[in-house]
């Protein structure tokens, strides 16, 4: 089983940026695809950004494209989410996710199994 951890929320003001850090343990780290995911107050929990088992393939939802970047570190166990030019509706808990896919299909949360417990990050105007 992975167990992950975040870190590296906090308040920023639009236009700033942030790096989230996840820790995973566990022996299939590496064989699975990792994903993050943020959830708003009154909102649905959404896919953010995601990466493939190996890191070749990444995925990104439209409204984050060219501002996040989402990497991986098989050999530290760890997978990050760099977030720059942040915006207000930014302003969400993040998660991450572990897969039980090498890759991502659906980009929704039936893909993943294994969950973080979320860090605060909130983007002033």
């Known amino acids: 089983q992975v167990q992950l951890v975040e870190s590296g929320g906090g308040l920023v003001q639009a236009g700033g940026s942030l790096r989230l850090s996840c820790a995973a343990s566990g022996r299939t780290f590496s064989n699975c695809a990792m994903g993050w995911f943020r959830q708003a107050p009154g909102k649905e929990r959404e896919f953010v950004a995601g990466?493939?088992?190996?890191?070749?393939?990444?995925y990104y939802a439209d409204s984050v494209k060219g501002r996040f970047t989402i990497s991986r570190d098989d050999a530290k166990n760890s997978v990050w989410l760099q977030m720059n030019s942040l915006k207000p509706e930014d302003t969400a808990v993040y998660y991450c996710a572990g897969s039980y896919s090498p890759f991502i299909t659906s980009m929704t949360d039936h893909e993943f199994n294994r969950w973080g417990q979320g860090t605060q990050v909130t983007v002033s105007s």
């Open positions: 990466i493939a088992y190996n890191g070749a393939t990444t």
